[in-house]
């Protein structure tokens, strides 16, 4: 690639990934659930601070598991955002369940917790709470609400690896959580995730779903005689090879988000100006801190304009997105989901969120020359665009 392109994402090595890979197929496993596994887990479990944690294919699949978990059947109702990415929807869809979305605040751009009690009727069985950017949600108002109702929470924690609510980890609040490890989250092994089991009465359950609806778990601990059909399930476990991967990097997952972290403040400070002036709005949380520093965004004054500035920076070779399309009016979402009262946060923000380029090896130097050229398109005074 062109040294002087910044592109939005790129994924990265930090340390042990290929040497791991290789001792894994000296090890002669490289099917799923082996001694990389094995060391995932154990470090999940005891850096997070969860009952169990199992590594899954991706962040979808682990969704996939705690929709099974969560019994969620047909005619169920998930309150959930509209504002996140389509798998945390689709997972309760494919168990003939109704995605209810509710608005997002505008401050965190998370679930709204205000409003989720408005949302439950008598078929509601879960809500999902996105942690959107790492940023944690209300889980404290959330676990109230779900307590009182008896319904279960689920935390879409894709993009909190290593980012905290006070003292507690998050994905690790709900009853179950779901990580991710997608190239284009923090902690990488390609495609990749986890299903953390907080609630200990599910983890047989999961155990069981995970492989393939088998005790095959219990089997290979001497708990059971025999190995049999005994759940639903499916192949929710990843091989050795993405475990090897991944284990090198959780390894270095600390030192990841610090860096980040350096390089959100930077943007951050560099940017401040430019907000102050009102040409944009920062990411408002409540300590102006990011948790993981997962995504950086800006909050344009409008659509157009922020078509101008994509296409401003483009022509310099920096790639910077947008995200999320709503999912309550698009195709799927109009067939499968209802609202539940106005989403105009999450319309207006998805109008007008911009992503500039953030990723784990990239330089503090990359960082002033993006910000450099946000100054400059705005230095044309284009209040008119
Ligand atoms: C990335 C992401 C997912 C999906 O993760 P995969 O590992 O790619 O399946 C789900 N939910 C959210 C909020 C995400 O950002």
Redesign the pocket.
């Known amino acids: 690639m062109d040294k002087h392109v910044i592109p939005f994402n790129k994924p990265f090595v930090v340390g042990k990934e290929l040497f791991y890979i290789a001792q894994a197929v000296m090890n002669g496993v490289i099917a799923g659930d082996g001694q990389f596994t094995a060391l995932c887990q154990d470090w999940l479990e005891h850096n997070l601070g969860c009952n169990k944690a199992l590594l899954t294919?991706?962040?979808?699949?682990?969704?996939e598991m705690a929709a099974i978990l969560a019994d969620v059947g047909p005619g169920d109702e998930v309150i959930m955002p509209s504002f996140?990415?389509?798998?945390?929807a689709n997972a309760f869809v494919l168990r003939g369940a109704v995605p209810v979305f509710v608005d997002i605040r505008d401050d965190t751009l998370n679930l709204d917790e205000r409003l989720v009690e408005a949302a439950i009727t008598e078929k509601t069985k879960a809500v999902v709470a996105?942690?959107?950017a790492g940023q944690p949600c209300d889980m404290d108002a959330l676990l109230k609400i779900c307590d009182k109702h008896g319904l279960f929470l689920i935390e879409?924690a894709?993009?909190a690896i290593l980012a905290r609510d006070k003292k507690r980890a998050l994905g690790t609040i709900g009853h179950l959580g779901?990580l991710?490890?997608?190239e284009?989250?923090n902690v990488i092994s390609g495609?990749?995730?986890a299903l953390l089991i907080n609630d200990p009465r599910l983890i047989e359950r999961a155990e069981i779903i995970w492989q393939k609806g088998t005790n095959r778990k219990a089997f290979a601990r001497g708990e059971v005689s025999k190995y049999t059909w005994v759940d639903v399930g499916s192949s929710f476990l990843p091989s050795e090879l993405t475990a090897a991967f991944l284990y090198a990097q959780l390894e270095h997952g600390e030192r990841i988000n610090k860096h980040r972290r350096t390089l959100y403040e930077k943007y951050f400070s560099l940017l401040r100006p430019l907000a102050n002036d009102g040409f944009f709005e920062l990411p408002r949380t409540e300590d102006d801190k990011p948790a993981n520093a997962h995504i950086f965004y800006l909050l344009m004054r409008s659509t157009e304009e922020r078509a101008a500035l994509i296409s401003f920076l483009r022509e310099r070779g920096i790639y910077a997105v947008f995200h999320y399309v709503p999912l309550h009016d698009s195709p799927a979402g109009l067939r499968y989901s209802r609202t539940s009262g106005e989403l105009s946060v999450t319309e207006d923000v998805s109008q007008r969120l911009l992503r500039l380029p953030l990723y784990s090896d990239m330089r503090s130097r990359q960082v002033a020359h993006v910000s450099a050229c946000v100054a400059r398109f705005f230095q044309a005074d284009r209040s008119g665009v």
């Open positions: 294919h991706s962040c979808t699949a682990a969704l996140t990415f389509v798998s945390t996105v942690h959107y879409d894709a993009q779901c991710s490890f997608h284009t989250k495609e990749g995730g």
